[in-house]
């Protein structure tokens, strides 16, 4: 028996690329070996990616499956404990775990806990494991689990009665806003409880809506927490196992990250990775003078780079002269490329091309509508012509109730707010500022009221209820499912619920011809709150 | 015992309406009862409908479920057999059926078979239960399935063993082509060989993108099709079993359809309950001049009747005469009201506006798209002026490369076409028009060579290989999931195959926001072919 030292890879695997995935696995393990590491961790379904959805389904998966342990076998001089998918000769497959050192397989692992709620879908593609898997390496007494396994009191109570010292759990746990320390708080009292150390490795970020946020850890058996990775960024750390005191070595762990400063990361990360892995140059948005655009400008150029972004302002005849003079103030604070392009024309090339039609008829939302498509076509054309992509500005309270412009304002490949309300956008657009001396954001943006000027004197107030409100109706709506009957007993006034509630109920269809974006809250739509679009469910219940 | 008649009840619920389907469940018991029948059978689900998708996880579900069996206690003199959910006190939910009769449930059945590929998920809301349930009346040995469970031979064969005559099935089962004669073939062998009668009662009705045939029937264990709903319409049947022949007794069954007749009423029965039950007054759509609207045109009328269409044509430069002819031709056939919108004045202020930032250089698909989204925004406008849902009318070959203008011709809410490759849009065109003696598509629509009209003398062959080719390497690639190297070594074209798997791959993101449309495939896109945007997979593999 003697002390080892244990390496965390938590690493950011490409979705599918399984060679250049087992690439990086063997040269975090090289770098490992370097830091005199016995064993190496990664991710739940390291090899491939998680999640791969219906690429699960390929019939090519178990030869290219193959040729990966055919590469790993090669490493020598280090335990690699790795996740990959494991199909037997019937065709089943199973989330699985090996344990692999100087070319042996020791052991093999199959998850046991498939979750298929929320934005889960593992037993569309898995079976479920029904073995424990526990080993000894240098005379200490090791289990694997795979993520949902160590949620499952019944699992992690068994390999306590086995007399398993640590456990080795693959991941690829989803952030939402406190998730990280929510973590590692659940498991605090598992971990003394049952008096078992707990190496806990994390996929880190983003594909597609889903973020990885990585907030690896290790919790010793006493409760305390040894180590902590940092969030949103691959990181290779090696902690030492003492023999004396049987637990981990406590080493320049991360800090935990205060809400904002969280959120903020998470979806700079997310914007990074959707547009880099998608093989685009750069990004392209319209800057409106308001806060959602100004607040997905500074994501993308902190995600990017400056000369990665271009803003775009369409001013027509609502366009108050300040929201010119702020837009053009934060593209030069951020040093983007900024353009101006007047949407008179066009909106009235469409108003005469209609008029046929319309007649004298009054003018309504259909006239506001062509003033925001004209700028998303306008968006489109210069994406189509120069090659970057659109980011939508959107945030999830506009898009909860409908207060946006489908094929308009809702252009784009991604939407950077899609699952951030109104006042969160207000608190991440104060913490931006608040981090250099001159605020990128024109302090006037925050603390004017929001409108979307497509027609005189607008301002969203006068449509929707105070977005502190209008948020508190959609959070007890959507995230906590209540009903109507239960919110409106909270206090708020029962028609202002009851239309917010409707709202929400009309605006499916809008909502899944949407860009998808990142995944923050514990309820996003269309992946994770599967509604049908035509539907006669009673309002609110 | 003594000889009864059942009645197949196939009819088409409204999705989370429990409150109106047991009152139509009621109603439809009544009429049987005018026809002595003994017993009634209603789709799987039939309370709440199929499926409820997240709907499922709303807290008032039970509450509203104990009120249906309340109202459904009151019917008296008839057996009732239905689906309904299941929660029993911990919130665990059970897809299930009940036999009720004069206010006394003789039993419950919880499903056992819970499908959780293709386009199921049930696994997401439900249980699985572990019992049959078989029970006698009139002296017959009765037993109740729900719809996967009759797909597993082990299920069935116990029930054979516990002498049951009679399977009660309820289902909510898919449409896909071929798919109503295919469930009698498959049910047929089983039948004799366990010697079991199989009442087999289908959902109807279109929601959403999956459409629901019924296509009901009744089978004798000697193999013979006692009985044969018609597809695609409510209907009720009362049969008659004959204690003698031990059989049910035949009558008017309806006649099994041709399969470009199936399909055609598929899509006009989706097409029709998609806009009537989003509560849309009407539709309207862009008539091109050719066959894909032309075809959508046809299919809108039949659906909702001429009154209910409104067709715009909107030329360009690029617009060949014959076709403002020919969609003024099918417009004036059809009897819709058709206008027509020139959208030069529009495309020349986008160009206008942009020419400071796109200079002289060459014109590409930017200016192509610019053409297309003007079109969108124009149908836009006037559905929302008008109230009229935008149909959309790109088939699944484009879509599936890509050969179309997100926000441009793939605006709207419903793509008719959207599963249906373009090889059968011909043939579904050209039967539409052997219905009447004056074809109501102009026949130069179905000949002449298809064009997307976007600049002079364009022809979709010039971008794409010829659609036979086309749409047989998708087929092998969607639908039967063959690798590029399968696909290659079937005689296709190598660098056609890999240029058409490539366009697949990197449109992903494109389909991911284009409206929902009926699936008549075995795979269609979205709900069933669930690929991340973001992925490396190797092409093809």
Chains 1, 2 share one sequence.
Request: aromatic share 10%; with cysteine; net charge negative.
């Amino acid at each position: 028996m003697k002390s080892f030292k244990i390496a965390l890879a938590q690493f950011s695997p490409r979705i599918g690329n399984i060679e250049s995935n087992v690439q990086k696995m063997i040269e975090l393990a090289n770098e490992a070996k370097q830091q005199n590491a016995d064993i190496i961790i990664f991710p739940e379904l390291s090899s491939i990616g998680y999640p791969a959805e219906d690429l699960l389904l390929r019939p090519s998966l178990s030869k290219r499956t193959a040729q990966a342990f055919e590469q790993l076998n090669q490493v020598q001089d280090i335990m690699l404990v790795f996740g990959f998918v494991n199909q037997n000769e019937q065709g089943q497959r199973y989330n699985s775990a090996a344990v692999l050192k100087d070319g042996q397989v020791l052991g093999v692992y199959n998850k046991q806990n498939l979750p298929n709620y929320s934005v889960f879908d593992e037993k569309r593609y898995f079976q479920e494991g029904h073995q424990h898997l526990v080993f000894e390496y240098q005379g200490h007494r090791f289990a694997v689990l795979i993520c949902e396994d160590l949620w499952s009191l019944n699992s992690i109570q068994q390999l306590s009665q086995l007399q398993v010292e640590t456990v080795l759990c693959l991941n690829a746990s989803p952030y939402e806003v406190g998730k990280p320390q929510h973590r590692v708080q659940s498991i605090q009292s598992v971990s003394k409880e049952l008096h078992l150390n707990i190496v806990y490795c994390n996929q880190v970020g983003g594909q597609d809506d889903l973020i990885f946020d990585g907030s690896s850890f290790i919790m010793n058996h006493t409760g305390e927490l040894a180590y902590l990775a940092p969030s949103f960024k691959e990181y290779l750390a090696v902690v030492d196992y003492d023999l004396e005191s049987k637990c981990f070595q406590s080493k320049d762990s991360a800090t935990a990250l205060e809400t904002m400063a969280e959120i903020y990361q998470s979806l700079v990360m997310a914007t990074r990775d959707y547009v880099t892995r998608s093989g685009f140059p750069g990004v392209i948005l319209g800057l409106s003078g308001g806060i959602d655009s100004a607040l997905t400008l500074a994501i993308a150029v902190d995600a990017l780079g400056a000369d990665k972004v271009q803003a775009v302002m369409m001013p027509y005849t609502y366009t108050a002269a300040i929201s010119i003079e702020d837009a053009n103030t934060q593209a030069q604070r951020m040093g983007v490329t900024f353009g101006v392009a007047e949407i008179h024309p066009i909106v009235n090339s469409y108003l005469q091309t209609l008029y046929p039609f319309f007649g004298n008829i009054a003018a309504d939302s259909t006239e506001e509508n062509l003033q925001a498509r004209s700028r998303g076509t306008l968006l489109m054309a210069l994406s189509n012509k120069f090659g970057n992509l659109v980011l939508s500005t959107g945030n999830k309270s506009e898009l909860a109730v409908g207060y946006c412009t489908l094929y308009g304002d809702m252009v784009g490949a991604y939407a950077v707010l899609k699952d951030v309300y109104k006042s969160i956008v207000f608190e991440l657009a104060k913490y931006r500022n608040s981090l250099e001396e001159t605020p990128v954001i024109p302090e006037r943006v925050i603390t004017r009221p929001p409108s979307a000027e497509l027609r005189p004197d607008q301002k969203d107030q006068d449509a929707l209820p105070p977005y502190d409100v209008l948020d508190a109706i959609l959070y007890a709506y959507i995230e906590e499912d209540q009903s109507q009957e239960d919110i409106i007993g909270k206090g708020f006034d029962a028609a202002t619920v009851k239309k917010v509630i409707r709202l929400v109920d009309i605006n499916e269809y809008k909502r899944r011809q949407g860009a998808i974006g990142p995944r923050i809250s514990s309820r996003a739509f269309t992946r994770e709150r599967r509604y049908p679009i035509v539907n006669e469910w009673p309002a609110g219940c």
